[in-house]
């Protein structure tokens, strides 16, 4: 697919603010584009100086239905006094906009940074919102989103992978063979009483924002049915066994100020991280023909950097034979 075909190639600044106006906003300024690759993203200011995000769906990934989950979800969220940016909504209550061939929605801008993973407040502060927004999670289930299956995702991944082309045979025999075994690893952790709840699924540090001791949870896109563990592992980032069970702690105390945590669920934590290193190469893989990925990830086909991916994979291999740190 060449550039002038791709879905988001007529997105042009005049067609964000043609969007964003159609719903009775006038904006006196042009878009600021904010880094997003899956969907397109906006800052705007409205003549009442209030600034808001417009979301750009990609075209195909979500149905209506879908994309209006996460939204009634956010809603929730936001009517139990959880720190998320709930979407605006127009005077018939719709969340969801149509113009021209884009679905978009607007929601309210969230100042803020970006937290810091050593700082003990901080790490109380994620666990805190965390754990709110999981106690109205337990509340309900989506009906049409995914339920996370460990197994069944990675071979997703793998198989698109191995179809790709991407890797030459040398790196695609290696690749078959660690994802094997890897399969099997997989395939074999017990999910017997784990409990799933309306999670918000991709919790990394660029979807949590604010500062001190406040944060807010942003782009929900990828919510589904999880473990809680889904939503804590990202956080836990340190290297050596003093700082990580800092990072534990801190974060398990402001998480149960308002939701309890089954230990057992850390056990899930390196088959979560193998999950989310095989599905995050054939994302990138997926989204070759998207004009905004070549120039953001330049490196994808470097033979150094599909070499460094199969060993981390390996790594992984290793990482989910040993016993896990909080049991050590």
């Known amino acids: 697919m060449n550039a002038l075909s791709h879905p988001f190639s007529m997105l042009d600044p005049s067609r964000v603010v043609a969007a964003v106006e159609s719903l009775g906003f ?47 979800f956010l809603q929730e969220l936001d009517a139990a006094g959880v720190a998320v940016a709930a979407p605006w909504r127009n005077a018939m209550g719709q969340t969801l906009h149509h ?90 952790v017990d999910m017997q009483g784990v409990e799933y709840l309306r999670a918000h699924g991709d919790c990394h540090i660029g979807n949590m924002l604010g500062r001190d001791d406040h944060f807010a949870l942003v782009d929900f896109d990828d919510c589904l049915m999880a473990p809680a563990v889904q939503d804590l592992w990202m956080l836990l980032t340190a290297q050596h066994e003093a700082d990580w069970r800092m990072q534990l702690s801190e974060v398990m105390e402001g998480y149960e100020q308002h939701s309890d945590f ?19 190469s054939a994302w990138l893989l997926a989204r070759r023909d998207d004009p905004a990925f070549p120039v953001a990830f330049p490196w994808l086909n470097d033979e150094g950097y599909r070499d460094a991916h199969l060993r981390e994979l390996e790594q992984q291999r290793q990482a989910m034979q040993q016993k896990p740190r909080w049991l050590a």
């Open 262 to 280: 089954d230990r057992r669920e850390l056990q899930l934590i390196e088959p979560l991280r193998t999950l989310r290193l095989m599905r995050y």
């Open 99 to 188: 113009h021209e061939d884009y679905r978009f929605a607007l929601f309210p801008n969230l100042p803020g940074q970006a937290p810091e993973l050593e700082n003990p407040e901080h790490l109380f502060a994620l666990g805190d919102v965390i754990g709110a927004a999981h106690q109205v999670g337990k509340q309900g289930a989506f009906s049409l989103r995914r339920r996370l299956m460990l197994d069944e995702m990675a071979r997703e991944a793998s198989d698109a992978v191995l179809a790709s082309g991407w890797l030459n045979a040398r790196q695609q025999k290696s690749y078959q063979r660690i994802t094997d075994k890897l399969h099997e690893q997989l395939g074999a």
């Open 26 to 72: 006038y904006l006196p300024g042009e878009p600021f584009a904010l880094n997003s690759y899956e969907n397109r993203v906006y800052l705007v200011s409205d003549d009442e100086r209030r600034r808001w995000v417009a979301k750009f769906y990609r075209p195909g990934r979500w149905t209506d239905k879908t994309i209006q989950e996460e939204h009634d």
